[in-house]
């Protein structure tokens, strides 16, 4: 997928300008997944939640402190269950491994479940350049593929758009008469669906997790067209990260009650697929030749370094979800596949620092997101040292790191502090007028369009007032006095 | 009881009288209040903004005056989660200063944090006439589990009504140098935020931290509410209200 993440602040004007992407977004904010997942928690009980996201990111731990012996388990207790395991160090190289597989196979038209890794390696422009013709399944993945644009969401793609969107889409593509009535609409697109389920010659899933002890792919799905895109077809290809890999399928039970829940606040999700090796001699369905692309693409430049706790994600969507300036520009404005804090985070470690200069700025590190992440990721702490990183590589404007310096500065000498606080109190006081609003501030125009600057409410700092005091209150050894007098 | 007042530049410059509000709830409840002379800003807007360098300084001379107190009480959450989570971390890898900056993190407190916890007498004799909604700050709540703090000793408060808000628990935009970056998506939370009060019905807004006050203060006024009062929990708990 191009990355657009350096136009953050333009495309976030657009979002917050668009009316429809507005509304929109209020009815997720208001109906949405947070209110759903507060719910799961209280059901679940709130204390035993906390002590089941500990022992969350301790899997998660233990995966990623061995991520390269894991991946041998994996591979191994795959291979031998009849699976094929590939390794792919970039987006370039998974794009090729597919479009081998593709060539191998003879393959024409490849169906897919949702992959968000299909997304960074631009999977489906690969595919559509190769002759081979990919269909999202994944109902939000489908209204996108005929919409023409990239997710806003991690697991809810099309969240950005309302049902009136979709139905004017469903008209003008399917050829049909307009409904807006959504099990109709639903099922018009299983209708169109149908055909190419049955008539695909590869199906492309993601993969949630990756069973180390039994070789085992996963998919958390609430669509069935997971279970097709994995059964049906002669080829199933599961695309997913190398930081996938969990250790034993008791892991794999605890990350799933976090991560329903997180997600969507279900218990459990419609669908949980767990695919071991293709077709066995015995079995009826299922895929004949079963291949894992396990991708790397920037996820071993994290381990051992201080953005690993990134690695832990689930891709629960969690983070996002609760982030009040998610919930104000939308998925889009990010610029790349992973919107949110996550992507906040994501972005800039597998896309570079420097083609992603806002992402990690655009958040007041008010840690919503570190609450409510399943796997106790400190996405603030994160997002501050990647500023710290920019700040160390000069990416940051000279004007900013020379306020930071000058603030700095004045503030360890005391008495310059004073004398400059003591200005721009008198300043800031005059420009406030008689209603002790600020109007229009120097320097601070991106504050005052949108808000007045409350000036000061006294001529003097609280420091030359409270040295302004007789010393006898000064020194004041357990008295009480009253202080309303020094208000003014 | 020593106990060290960190007033924050914000109350130094923006509104002394918190400071003032929050001297009198630490000698009324019996504390022994050092106010340094010398003191002025915790050094979290480099910190925050990556600047490791511009904290530390301020971070040294902060840990320097007030090392001698037994407590140090902030009228701020976002400031005292600074000394007390983020020091440390400022001081990662000099194991002289990060034992120094441990230490003095153990001992520092939100206001109401240090009132409700450990204050041996807090007393609240103040009255405030009418229905208040509260903001609950970020760094304060989940930092530092300011929550039902501030809501205890405002309880104590004559003729005071708390009526919760809607999302009291969501960041209100201010975010620091994030509000002059990132101008329109932070008046955009501030903007959802004053719409949850207005919809609350409370006459006031009552807080713990400066930074949300002035945004919030400030959007309030911009949409035309002139009413509705913006107050820190200190002024009101002092009945300065």
Sequence with gaps: ?488 | MRVGLFVTCLVDLMRPSIGFAALKLLEDAGCDVVVPATQTCCGQPGWNSGDRESARGLARKLIAEFEDCAYVVVPSGSCAGMIRVHFPEVFEGDAGMLARAERLGARTYELTDFLAKVAHRPKVSAAFEGAVTYHDSCSGLRELGVKAQPRQLLAKVEGLGLVEMEECETCCGFGGTFSIKYGDISAEMAERKCAHIAASGAKAVVLGDLGCMLNIEGRLRKRGDAKTRVLHVAEVLAGEG
Aim: proline fraction near 5%.
């Design chain 1, 1 to 488: 997928m191009h990355v657009q993440s350096m136009h953050f602040k333009p495309r976030a004007a657009e979002a917050l300008g668009n009316g429809t992407l507005q509304s929109n977004l209020q009815k997720f904010n208001s109906t949405g997944f947070t209110a759903l997942r507060a719910k799961a928690v209280t059901e679940f009980g709130s204390d035993l939640f906390e002590k089941l996201r500990g022992e969350g990111a301790a899997i998660r731990d233990r995966g990623l402190a061995n991520l390269d012996a894991w991946l041998e388990r994996f591979e191994s207790e795959a291979t031998r269950r009849g699976a094929t395991v590939l390794f792919a160090e970039t987006r370039e190289e998974a794009c090729e491994l597919l479009l081998d597989i593709c060539r191998r196979h003879g393959v024409k038209k490849a169906i897919k479940s949702k992959s968000m890794l299909s997304e960074e390696a631009g999977i489906n422009e690969a595919l559509e350049a190769a002759g081979v013709m990919p269909v999202e399944t994944d109902l939000g993945e489908y209204i996108l593929q005929l919409a023409g644009e990239p997710p806003s969401h991690i697991i809810a793609p099309a969240l950005h758009k309302n049902k009136d969107e979709v139905a004017d889409l469903f008209e003008a593509r399917h050829r049909a008469p307009r409904k807006t009535d959504i099990p109709l609409m639903t099922r018009e697109a299983r209708d169109v669906l149908r055909g190419h389920f049955l008539s695909a010659d590869l199906g492309l899933s993601g993969g949630n997790f990756l069973v180390a002890e039994s070789g085992s792919g996963v998919i958390v799905t609430n669509e069935g067209n997971g279970r097709m895109v994995t059964t049906l077809p002669r080829v199933h290809v599961c695309l997913t990260g190398i930081e996938k890999v969990i250790p034993t399928l008791e892991d794999f039970a605890t990350l799933l009650r976090l991560l329903t829940r997180s997600a969507t606040g279900q218990p459990i999700s419609n669908y949980v697929s767990l695919f071991t090796g293709p077709r066995g001699a015995l079995d009826r369905d299922g895929p004949e030749h079963m291949v894992f692309i396990l991708v790397d693409a920037g996820r071993t430049s994290l381990v051992g370094g201080d953005m690993q706790e990134m690695l832990r994600c689930i891709r629960c969507g969690a983070c996002m979800n609760h982030c009040p300036v998610y919930r104000a520009v939308g998925g889009h404005s990010y610029g790349w596949v992973y919107p949110g804090p996550m992507g906040s985070v994501l972005t800039p470690s597998y896309v570079g620092l420097e083609n992603a200069l806002d992402l990690p700025q655009a958040a007041t590190l008010c840690g919503a997101c570190s609450v409510a992440c399943p796997v106790k990721i400190p996405l603030p702490e994160l997002l501050r040292s990647l500023r710290e990183k920019q700040v160390d590589r000069g990416l940051r404007p000279a004007r900013e790191r020379l306020a930071f310096r000058v603030w700095s500065w004045v503030a360890q000498h005391p008495r310059l502090y004073a004398l400059a606080t003591a200005a721009a109190v008198r300043l800031l006081r005059l420009l406030g007028g008689t209603n002790g609003l600020i109007g229009r501030l120097p320097f601070g125009s991106e504050w005052t369009r949108g808000r007045f600057f409350p000036a000061p409410r006294s001529w003097r700092t609280f420091r030359a007032l409270y040295a302004a005091r007789p010393r006898r209150l000064r020194k004041n050894r357990g008295q009480t006095t009253v202080f309303s007098s020094n208000r003014e």
